[in-house]
T-cell receptor
Framework: DADVTQTPRNRITKTGKRIMLECSQT?????MYWYRQDPGLGLRLIYY???????NKGEISDGYSVSRQAQAKFSLSLESAIPNQTALYFC?????????????FGPGTRLLVL | AQKITQTQPGMFVQEKEAVTLDCTYD???????LFWYKQPSSGEMIFLIY??????QNATEGRYSLNFQKARKSANLVISASQLGDSAMYFC????????????FGTGTRLLVSP
């Protein structure tokens, strides 16, 4: 089984709809992240969380909110989806380990907002 | 200014040959980490290799090695004995400083391995 899972894997929605993307991990990591990927722009950080009680905005948090329901679960919500939120969304986890902090990514969710 | 620059939008290599994917970075922080990720057409991001700024030796992981030239601020990925399954997008990323700092990604290089 994958260490980091994301649901749904693909989603089509309409402008103005509320949508939630979910992420679960079995790696036992404390830190979790949400990124979006747009063609030609690489990945950009939306939100990150060090633990259940700690949530922080990334560089492009406007229009998004998150919930850390448990150490293993981190959800991303689009309260009112708009077409420029069409992108590939990744959840990632990490655990600081002696100098290196590698982030491990889920399989991604392809979101299309019409 | 771009923190991570990948100047090769696309690269071609024949199977079994070696290929180098370029990455230059910009930071004034003496402590940083450099990462390479692979993204196949299926979309997932796969961690390949990590190099810390204080590491004395170049990182290696199987067929992947990182040619770390600190003075030139470059962290090129070398893939030896290319395989058809190596065809993918490759992203270089950097984390600055100690503690938590976000990963900054380059725009990627698409590698195509031909038979």
């Amino acid at each position: 089984d994958a260490d980091v899972t994301q649901t749904p894997r693909n989603r089509i929605t309409k402008t103005g709809k509320r949508i939630m993307l979910e992420c679960s991990q079995t790696k036992g990591h404390d830190r979790m992240y949400w990124y979006r990927q747009d063609p030609g722009l690489g990945l950009r950080l939306i939100y990150y969380s060090f633990d259940v009680k700690d949530i922080n905005k990334g560089e492009i948090s406007d229009g998004y909110s998150v919930s850390r329901q448990a150490q293993a679960k981190f959800s991303l919500s689009l309260e009112s989806a708009i077409p420029n939120q069409t992108a590939l969304y990744f959840c990632a986890t990490s655990d600081f380990a002696g100098g290196g902090e590698t982030q491990y990514f889920g399989p991604g969710t392809r979101l299309l907002v019409l | 200014a771009q923190k991570i620059t990948q100047t090769q939008p696309g690269m071609f290599v024949q199977e079994k040959e070696a290929v180098t994917l370029d990455c230059t970075y910009d930071t004034s922080d003496p402590s940083y980490g450099l990462f390479w990720y692979k993204q196949p057409s299926s979309g997932e991001m796969i961690f390949l290799i990590y190099q810390g700024s204080y590491d004395q030796q170049n990182a290696t992981e199987g067929r992947y090695s990182l040619n770390f030239q600190k003075a030139r601020k470059s962290a090129n990925l070398v893939i030896s004995a290319s395989q058809l399954g190596d065809s993918a997008m490759y992203f270089c990323a950097m984390r600055e400083g100690g503690g938590f700092q976000k990963l900054v990604f380059g725009t990627g290089t698409r590698l195509l391995v031909s038979p």
